[in-house]
């Protein structure tokens, strides 16, 4: 089963190459093409992003990547990363079927914009303690009781996993890892 990382808007950097590694994953993709981006903040990186690419020209290109992965495919998104995964799934159900088995999205709190879609493979939702331009508990409400979803919010903030973030947090990102390590080894099994 390939795994694959799926960036936020600060796209492939040191911190997520060693977070792939940490993972064994077989692929980054990011929303710049392999261009490498360096941003002073996550500001300049957002307002980058939003001009430059936005959320659905990246799911387009995510699509298009996983569509030539042969192999079961499980995706893990951080941010806008996350919230392209979401999209994937309205993408494959107006499309082909599909390799995604499963998808673990932290903070994509993009995804309120399209609670509306129905997922097509197992997705972990993981939340933010809170977010500062929208309610978590509302939206966790709005997608809580779709099929394919399972949610956690945890006691840590947008960035968490991120090291480029102010909102990193080792000990979040240690138990994380070691969260998806132990169900990335069940996926294998199966």
């Known amino acids: 089963m390939k795994r694959i ?32 981006k360096v941003f002073d903040d996550e500001s300049q990186a957002y ?21 030539n992965v ?6 893990i998104g951080f941010s806008v990363g996350a919230a392209a995964i979401w999209q994937l799934s309205d993408i494959i159900a107006n499309n082909i079927a599909s390799n995604v088995k499963a998808a673990f999205c932290f903070y994509g709190g993009q995804i309120r914009h399209s609670t509306e879609i129905s997922l097509q493979f197992d997705v972990t939702l ?11 508990s509302a939206l966790i409400q709005l997608v809580s009781n779709k099929k394919h979803v399972n949610i956690k919010q945890v006691d ?7 090291a480029l973030s102010n909102n990193f947090n080792q000990r ?13 080894k069940t996926w294998d099994k199966n």
């Not at 808007?9 to 261009?35: S, W």
């Not at 993981?126 to 978590?136: C, M, R, W």
């Not at 840590?156 to 991120?162: A, C, E, I, K, P």
């Open 156 to 162: 840590y903030l947008h960035g968490f996993m991120n």
């Open 5 to 36: 990382i799926v960036s936020d808007i600060f796209g492939k950097t040191p911190a997520l190459i060693a977070l792939a590694e940490l993972l064994n994953a077989d692929m980054i993709i990011e929303p710049y093409h392999n261009n490498n």
């Open 70 to 75: 042969k192999e079961d495919v499980v995706l």
């Open 126 to 136: 993981i939340f933010p303690e809170s977010e500062p331009h929208f309610n978590v």
């Open 172 to 184: 979040g990102y240690e138990q994380h890892i070691a969260l998806m390590q132990r169900q990335l």
């Open 47 to 67: 307002q980058y992003f939003s001009e430059n690419i936005g959320l659905d020209s990246y799911a387009a290109q995510l699509a298009n990547k996983i569509a």
